[in-house]
């Protein structure tokens, strides 16, 4: 985006940051276990997940004519990517993160998630033909240790609990990564609309199979569950990715990524204050581990001339 220009003849100036619409969107998300944990604890995960994706589904209905007709002029590859944003990074991927919250705390699925960075680097460096330099690990172990003491609370002490809880959370992580390694294939040659239509779309018929496969009911059983699933899919869903993009079109990438920490440190008030799920000591520990390893491989990524992510040229 250019610069903005006067109504006078006086010198241009630059447009006005938005980091602070992007902490506004990383809080949002945040809220998202205030809905999904209550609801998660009455109701079967793709269950919540088809709901949400048909609601989703409907709102962005207008664009769907224009996103398909985007879709049929990628080629083959493009297509792939597509159907692989919308099976796996949207449907599969919500179902893992929604059974998360049954088998653990609110807290931990949020900070997981933080390690999508880390394995969208390794994403691209397997799709994408790049490579990773060795500062690449001075990141990522951290990392993996905060979330082996997230897992843990006692580091040896392995509880399967715990570690049901985090691997479905990190699985949910590694399809999202996988997602955003996916849209750089596609990233220019459909508009961002069109692909969050196409993702929302893709990703219904999937979670209708996943929906019979698992004899679950097609809708949420009465009016409160409705209007749980229509707060998640319209507030930390839609609305926190819309206010999200228009943040970011004028956020320095460094900057978003410490905005973005609004995310787990919302989470963690809600789970802490809110929803009475503390976190052990070591598990803070961890998660504190977890953010501030990811946080710096960030901006790392955007501020440092040798990068962990090498192009092969």
């Known amino acids: 985006m250019g610069v903005l220009r006067s109504s006078t003849s006086g010198p241009t100036r630059a447009p006005r940051d938005l980091t602070w619409l992007i902490a506004v969107a990383a809080a949002l998300w945040g809220t998202d276990a205030l809905l ?10 793709p269950t919540i997940v088809f709901a949400e994706h048909l609601v989703l589904t409907l709102v962005l209905a207008p664009l769907l004519p224009r996103s398909l007709r985007a879709f049929r002029r990628l080629d083959a590859g493009g297509r792939w990517a597509v159907v692989g944003i919308g099976v796996g990074a949207s449907a599969i991927a919500t179902t893992l993160f929604t059974l998360s ?6 807290i931990t699925p949020a900070v997981v998630q933080k390690l999508q960075p880390v394995v969208a680097l390794v994403g691209a460096a397997w799709l994408l033909g790049e490579r990773l330099s060795r500062r690449f690990w001075w990141f990522a172990l951290p990392a ?3 979330v082996w003491l997230l897992a843990f609370p006692d580091p040896f002490h392995v509880a399967v609990d715990h570690l ?15 997602g955003t390694v996916l849209g750089r294939l596609v ?9 969050t239509t196409l993702r929302f779309s893709f990703g219904l018929p999937a979670m209708f199979v996943v929906v019979l496969a698992t004899g679950s009911p097609l809708w949420v059983p009465d009016v409160p569950s409705s209007l749980a ?5 319209l507030v930390p869903g839609l609305g926190a990715m819309a206010l999200y993009y228009v943040g970011l079109r004028r956020t320095p990438a460094s900057r978003a990524t410490l905005a973005e920490l609004a995310y787990p440190l919302t989470a963690a008030l809600i789970g802490v204050f809110v929803l009475s799920r503390p976190l052990e000591p070591v598990q803070w520990v961890g998660a504190v581990l977890v953010v501030a390893s990811v946080t710096a ?17």
């Not at 919250?101 to 609110?106: A, I, L």
């Not at 491989?297 to 040229?313: C, G, I, K, M, Q």
């Open 187 to 195: 990233a220019t040659r459909l508009e961002p609309l069109e692909l």
């Open 36 to 45: 999904r944990l209550p609801l998660a604890e009455t109701v079967a995960a």
């Open 297 to 313: 491989l960030s901006w790392h990524e955007n501020r440092a001339r040798d990068r962990a992510l090498v192009t092969v040229a």
């Open 229 to 233: 699933v229509l707060g998640i899919a």
């Open 101 to 106: 919250f049954t088998v653990g705390d609110p």
């Open 144 to 146: 993996l240790a905060g």
């Open 164 to 178: 049901v809880a985090v691997l479905l959370a990190l699985g949910a992580a590694v399809l999202w990564a996988g």
